[in-house]
């Protein structure tokens, strides 16, 4: 039977390819972000973006039957490959029910319907288990996620979701559920009186600057920042609307979380 499904993808963003690669499609693959890191043997795939441009003229020459990408910042890409005539997926997935869509959505575009849907599952069975060992624990902190420092921005919808699942307590969870960046700037004030008791860093793009956040003027009587609860994630898990979540983010987050046991003093 002739394989009607894309023959070349482009995955201008790196959840798409290591779904991809779980789904045993990874030869459809014909080019990835600069910032792949996950599967290990997808680094070696051609370069053909970052997150917010797009190298179009590579992309021509490779003749792609779709190209995938994520969230509005890449909307002025998708709209000139469009215009090169060029089929695109743009996916604007923000909470853990919507990447769990995305993964089946995905599973249909190659022709991976069941293996998609017993990966869903998967993750959605790893969740309750976590969600369970939670339901157990003596206490909660309450913590703030940090995206970006300067202007502060917090953790997008399905990261202040994981922290929940994990054993967290979210200071921003209206927050986290805008749909634009700008919807999720958060104001010094606004922190200090939510009075986090733990620090989430992960920074799009750079390394944190854990020194910089304890130096915050106003900052030092924050139970997080008295007692040095502040972690720095990693952005190519906990930034990227999919699989990483689920096979490496759910277990990291409920081991950090689960040192704290009780109210820090």
């Given at each position: 039977?002739?394989?009607?499904?894309?023959?070349?993808?482009?995955?201008?963003?790196?959840?798409?390819?290591?779904?991809?690669?779980l789904l045993g499609e990874e030869h459809r693959i014909a080019?990835?972000?600069?910032?792949?890191?996950?599967?290990?043997?997808?680094?070696?795939?051609?370069?053909?973006?970052?997150?917010?441009?797009?190298?179009?003229?590579?992309?021509?020459?490779?003749?792609?039957?779709?190209?995938?990408?994520?969230?509005?910042?890449?909307?002025?890409?998708?709209?000139?490959?469009?215009?090169?005539?060029?089929?695109?997926?743009?996916?604007n997935q923000r909470s853990i029910e919507e990447i769990l869509?995305?993964?089946?959505?995905?599973?249909?575009?190659?022709?991976?319907?069941?293996?998609?849907?017993?990966?869903?599952?998967?993750?959605?069975?790893?969740?309750?288990?976590?969600?369970?060992?939670?339901?157990?624990?003596?206490?909660?902190?309450?913590?703030?996620?940090?995206?970006?420092?300067?202007?502060?921005?917090?953790?997008?919808?399905?990261?202040?979701?994981?922290?929940?699942?994990?054993?967290?307590?979210?200071?921003?969870?209206?927050?986290?559920?805008?749909?634009?960046?700008?919807?999720?700037?958060?104001?010094?004030?606004?922190?200090?009186?939510?009075?986090?008791?733990?620090?989430?860093?992960?920074?799009?793009?750079?390394?944190?600057?854990?020194?910089?956040?304890?130096?915050?003027?106003?900052?030092?009587?924050?139970?997080?920042?008295?007692?040095?609860?502040i972690y720095e994630l990693s952005p190519e898990i906990y930034?990227?609307?999919?699989?990483?979540?689920?096979?490496?983010?759910?277990?990291?987050?409920?081991?950090?979380?689960?040192?704290?046991?009780?109210?820090?003093?």
């Amino acid at each position: 039977m002739k394989d009607s499904y894309p023959k070349k993808i482009i995955c201008m963003t790196e959840e798409s390819v290591e779904l991809l690669y779980l789904l045993g499609e990874e030869h459809r693959i014909a080019g990835v972000s600069g910032f792949v890191r996950r599967p290990i043997e997808a680094r070696s795939l051609p370069k053909i973006s970052s997150f917010t441009h797009a190298n179009i003229k590579k992309i021509k020459q490779i003749k792609p039957d779709l190209v995938l990408g994520f969230s509005d910042i890449q909307k002025d890409i998708a709209q000139e490959l469009i215009g090169e005539g060029i089929n695109v997926f743009i996916s604007n997935q923000r909470s853990i029910e919507e990447i769990l869509n995305y993964m089946l959505i995905l599973g249909g575009v190659v022709g991976q319907q069941a293996r998609a849907q017993a990966y869903v599952e998967s993750c959605r069975s790893k969740i309750l288990q976590f969600q369970s060992l939670t339901d157990q624990k003596p206490y909660r902190p309450r913590v703030y996620i940090e995206e970006w420092d300067s202007p502060m921005i917090t953790g997008i919808h399905w990261f202040s979701e994981l922290v929940e699942i994990c054993g967290g307590r979210p200071i921003f969870v209206e927050k986290s559920r805008g749909v634009l960046a700008k919807d999720r700037f958060v104001s010094t004030d606004e922190i200090v009186e939510s009075n986090p008791e733990v620090i989430l860093a992960c920074w799009c793009g750079k390394k944190v600057d854990i020194n910089s956040i304890l130096c915050r003027e106003g900052w030092e009587n924050v139970p997080a920042i008295k007692h040095g609860l502040i972690y720095e994630l990693s952005p190519e898990i906990y930034l990227q609307p999919g699989p990483a979540l689920f096979e490496s983010g759910l277990e990291e987050l409920s081991g950090l979380l689960g040192q704290i046991s009780v109210k820090p003093s």
